[in-house]
């Protein structure tokens, strides 16, 4: 189980790289790279912790999921800096709107998350707690660290992280365009609103990506 979670672990770096990669390629055509591999790291595990067990317990003390969510981490800061040094001009909203989102985030939405799923659906403890870092934290890379962190059974961060991505997705198709439609002329409050509400930082920042340029050639229209 172990070395299942880290393969999808890993597979979830590989989503944020290329979900956040610049150049010319293709924002979706990326994002379905990135999800193949996904669902490839998936295939791949449950193959080698069902069929190699031998092998994959060797493997144990280097496959600890933790490392690669830390990683991945590490990539997604490095490209959120550059991309705030490249709109200084906005430095203090930035700052205010991450503030705004740390605060929502950690202190209404997760413990608000984890009351209801412990009091209305009757979760166990363990999954409470990894549904309530997947929904209000950062998805699937919170939902593995946390059940990590608690030792909570494989199978929760699996289930949960599966559900988070196909959210992700249908908000990814959905909400840059209403928030485009809806709030033509605001970018931070656009952008805020976005980064609360879709979950996985590559989704997330792809979904940013999308809504830039379709406000962008809105306004294009406009003028």
């Known amino acids: 189980m172990l070395f299942r979670s880290s393969l999808y672990a890993a597979a979830n770096i590989l989503f944020h790289t290329l979900a956040l990669g ?10 379905a790279i ?8 998936l295939i791949g595990g449950l193959f080698l912790g069902s069929v190699t067990k031998r092998f994959a317990a060797r493997l144990a003390d280097a496959a600890k999921p933790e490392w690669y969510i830390k990683t991945a981490i590490v990539f997604l800061g490095v490209n959120l800096g550059a991309q705030t040094m490249q709109a200084s001009s906005f ?6 709107a991450g503030a705004a989102a740390t605060f929502v ?9 984890y009351a209801v799923a412990r009091r209305v659906f009757k979760f166990p ?6 549904l309530a870092s997947g929904i209000s934290v950062c998805g699937v890379s919170a939902a593995i660290a946390t059940a990590g962190a608690i030792r909570a059974r494989p199978v929760i961060p699996v289930a949960i ?45 792809a979904a940013g990506a999308l809504l830039d340029e379709l406000m962008i ?7």
């Open 22 to 31: 610049g150049g010319e390629t293709d924002i979706p055509e990326r994002m």
């Open 34 to 41: 990135a999800l193949m591999m996904m669902l490839l790291a």
């Open 91 to 96: 430095a203090l909203d930035l700052i205010l």
């Open 105 to 113: 985030a950690y202190l209404l939405f997760w413990p608000i998350v």
């Open 125 to 130: 403890r363990d999954a409470a707690a990894v």
């Open 161 to 205: 992280s599966m559900v988070v991505v196909i959210f992700a997705m249908l908000e990814l198709i959905v909400l840059p365009g209403a928030y485009t439609a809806f709030f033509p002329d605001q970018p931070i409050v656009n952008g805020a609103a976005l980064g609360m509400t879709v979950k996985t930082d590559g989704a997330d920042a």
């Open 217 to 223: 050639a809105r306004n294009l229209q406009l003028t």
